[in-house]
């Protein structure tokens, strides 16, 4: 029996049977350990270091300084924070000679063959400290190249986001980079005093954050946005009224020409011509929204206003805490003079804005900095990924992945079974932080090369992008106000998977996945990234060829994964051997039972496959329930009782037999209930301590042809997001057949 803790601190030794105080448990630890922490917005310049689609950051110094001379140096540098250890996977791809340094130790040197070869890539392991980490680059010009590529393996998935490392642009997000240099500086690595600070190294570091002084002589909307005649640019800030009372605040400026002023949503000057104005209103002290609409004249694009109480002038900050500026206003457009937007739609930071069929080469707009090329970007900056499939200790708040998608869906079938409207708009509050930023962030990769959130969903090619968050997505639609742009997502979703995916001659779905090491293979955990996804659609839409495909998918699956002799799956079948792998791994088929069962719950009774997938349903959990350990649970390995005993696994078996026997589809009922129970019993002794904390959820998997890489390979996680979410389902399946029976709770 695997133990992760002393029997005195498991959750039965706290709460014994009582499941509603273990749901509770289970999902206020969560909430708690995960706060709402939305993305970071920060000051990100686009005249700096883009990303490639594949998310390494573009250091091509010879495009940026096309008169550079062979043998001349260029560095880089930036910071990258870690919240606590992380290994990671770095790629370098070499334009010319490279080195690479880590918190001042030199970790990569190009080859010859690195620099020569227009695909080399070279893959690094490093370790991430916990806490602030130093890259720095030392580049030399060749008539070939000059520069590099570099960024995280899978960035989609291991995100890195890199820091402006200087204090004169703290905060800032991207690399800094150099000018070519005659000269190596740093001829042992980077020297600390010489960086120190920007200016200490002698050399102009770029990008540029200050307007030359011709820029800085044209008016301030010209400057940033050219000059437009007739068209719109919205300016936003913060106006803080700091004394008590009622007080008296004056508007005053000047516009060059049609000008609109709204305070917390009320005009408060409306001129028709270019001019001076001025208006006085009373405020009581507090924060309000000042959005200024400035249209542009023929000859010029400006305006000023200075905002005072009572003679002393007015605090104004920017709307959004924007990271790495001083600055105190933000700047939308060109937009359309026929714009129909109101206050409502301009006063926001989740949506771009489009700027009229005129300027359709650049179709959308958001919002940027009086600063040369500075955008504002929202980031995902909460627990990032390492290589060994976990996250930091940070929130998981506005991340959008598949573990996440078996989370949120736990804590909402938990908050409803317990009536929790906390806990349900938490969940809930996690989906639309990804789902109203869709739109931003198809912009933000258009813009950036990479997007900087819902990396995931963006960069859609595979089923673990899009199926399990998907369908947590929908299984919250309700609860989101029937929100459009969850319907949009989903189409997209749906679209994904019916037409778009890859397949098997026989319809199949698998993995094509050319140059991995999962190329050419199907695994079972993709019954759980598809069907239940493709089970909502149908709900929402009346798409029967989603059900359809939902219903196939198990058919097919089972031909080639399903080990008949013993009733269980493979987890994986290899195409380029032609044969599976033959290892029951328990999560994979505890996937595959847990799917089924949302598949079954969807079938109508006269589907032409209905009475086939019960059966094979039926089989499936005849297997299992011959491997239930004494101890409830099952093991990593299902044949292998030398296998440590998992709990992932075991809480999808619990969870789905407990609904068997609620909806009535199996064969011996009262063999599964009181396997559901002993299962259910089993994690509270075992799995959940009487903190709420998860034990004994292995890692997220690859595969292989041998049980070993399952049992010893792939250790085991604390609190990992593969197993909170369905212990919490699996807990409330146990309390609604306890209920359906008639047993206490």
């Known amino acids: 029996m695997s133990t992760y803790f002393d029997a005195e601190e498991s959750a039965f030794a706290r709460f014994g049977h009582d499941d509603r105080a273990v749901l509770q448990l289970l999902a206020d630890r969560y909430k708690g350990a995960n706060p709402s922490v939305p993305f970071t917005f920060r000051t990100f310049y686009r005249s700096g270091v883009l990303q490639t689609k594949d998310g390494l950051y573009d250091i091509d110094l010879k495009a940026k300084f096309p008169a550079a001379k062979a043998g001349q140096y260029g560095y880089a540098y930036a910071n990258v924070w870690s919240d606590s250890e992380r290994n990671l996977d770095l790629l370098v791809a070499c334009y010319g ?34 806490g602030w980490n130093r890259l720095f680059l030392k580049m030399k010009s060749t008539t070939a190249g000059f520069g590099c590529r570099i960024g995280a393996d899978e960035a989609k998935v291991r995100i890195l986001n890199v820091l402006s490392p200087f204090p004169e642009r703290a905060g800032q997000s991207g690399w ?42 044209q008016p301030s909307l010209e400057r940033m946005f050219g000059l437009h005649p007739g068209k719109l640019a919205y300016a936003w800030t913060k106006l803080n009224q700091e004394k008590l009372g009622a007080q008296s605040v004056v508007l005053e400026g000047e516009t060059d020409g049609p000008l609109t002023v709204w305070v917390d949503g009320t005009i408060a000057v409306e001129r028709e011509h270019a ?15 000042l959005l200024v609409r400035s249209s542009c004249a023929e000859q010029s694009w400006d305006f000023t206003l200075a905002v005072s109480c009572e003679g002393t002038p007015c605090r104004l900050a920017l709307p959004v805490a ?15 003079s026929q714009s129909t937007l109101g206050y409502e739609d301009i006063v926001r930071t989740d949506r771009v804005y489009p700027v009229g069929a005129e300027l359709a080469a650049n179709d959308h707009v ?14 995902y900056e909460n627990a990032m990924l ?29 908050s409803r079974w317990l009536e929790r409207l906390d806990l349900t708009s938490y969940a809930v509050s996690h989906v639309q932080a990804c789902t109203r930023m869709y739109e931003y962030a198809l912009w933000d990769r258009e813009q950036y090369g990479f997007p900087a959130i819902n990396q995931q969903l963006v960069l859609m090619r595979m089923l673990d992008n899009c199926g399990s968050f998907g369908s947590a997505m929908l299984e919250a639609y309700s609860e989101c106000g029937e929100d459009a742009t969850i319907v949009g997502i989903a189409e997209q979703i749906a679209d994904f998977m019916l037409n778009r995916l890859e397949r098997k001659a026989d319809g199949a779905f698998y993995r094509e996945c050319p140059g991995e090491y999962s190329a050419n293979t199907m695994w079972a955990d993709d019954l759980y990234m598809s069907t239940p996804f493709l089970c909502r659609y149908y709900r929402l839409t009346g798409s029967k060829p989603a059900l359809d495909e939902a219903a196939k998918q198990f058919l097919l699956f089972r031909n080639y ?23 029951p791994w328990g999560r994979g088929n505890g996937w595959t039972l847990f799917s089924l069962t949302e598949v079954l719950e969807t079938l109508p009774s006269d589907h032409p496959v209905r009475a086939e997938l019960l059966a094979f349903f039926n089989e499936l959990c005849q297997g299992y329930a011959a491997l239930q350990a004494d101890s409830g649970l099952w093991h990593q390995v299902l044949n292998d009782p030398n296998a440590y005993e998992e709990a992932s696994c075991s ?7 407990a609904r068997g026997v609620r909806f009535g589809w199996l064969e011996e009922p009262d063999r599964y209930m009181q396997a559901a129970f002993k299962a259910w019993s089993g994690l509270l002794n075992l799995a959940i301590d009487r903190h709420g904390n998860v034990h004994g959820v292995c890692s997220g998997s690859r595969f292989a042809f041998h049980a070993d890489y399952y049992k010893y390979d792939l250790r085991t996680v604390t609190n990992d997001n593969h197993g909170i979410g369905i212990m919490m389902l699996a807990g409330t399946e146990v309390a609604k057949l306890k209920h359906a029976l008639g047993q206490s709770l």
Not at 366 to 379: C, G, K, S, T
């Open 97 to 130: 000679p490279v080195q690479l340094y880590l918190n001042g130790e030199m970790v990569f040197r190009s080859s010859v063959i690195d620099e020569i070869k227009p695909d080399a890539e070279v893959k690094l392991n490093v370790n991430f400290n916990k």
């Open 176 to 217: 800094v980079y150099t000018a070519p240099a005659d000269a190596d500086l740093f001829t042992d690595g980077p020297d600390e005093s010489l960086l120190a600070a920007e200016g200490s190294s002698g050399l102009a570091w770029h990008p540029v954050q200050t307007w030359d002084a011709e820029r800085l002589r």
């Open 275 to 289: 001019g001076r104005f001025r208006h006085e209103l009373r405020l009581a002290a507090g924060s309000y929204d």
């Open 322 to 336: 924007v990271k790495g500026t001083e600055e105190r206003w933000l700047y939308v457009g060109p937009l359309d």
């Open 366 to 379: 958001y919002w940027r900095l009086d600063q040369p090329e500075a955008w504002i970007r929202p980031i």
């Open 386 to 414: 390492s290589n060994k499939w976990t996250v930091g200790s940070v929130t998981n708040f506005a991340r959008w992945d598949y573990p996440l998608g078996v989370t949120v869906y736990g804590l909402l079938q938990s």
């Open 561 to 583: 994964l399903y080990m008949p002799e013993q009733q269980i799956m493979s987890h994986v079948y290899d195409f380029k051997h032609g044969v599976a792998t033959g290892i």
């Open 651 to 657: 809480a999808m078996f619990a969870y789905a037999f």
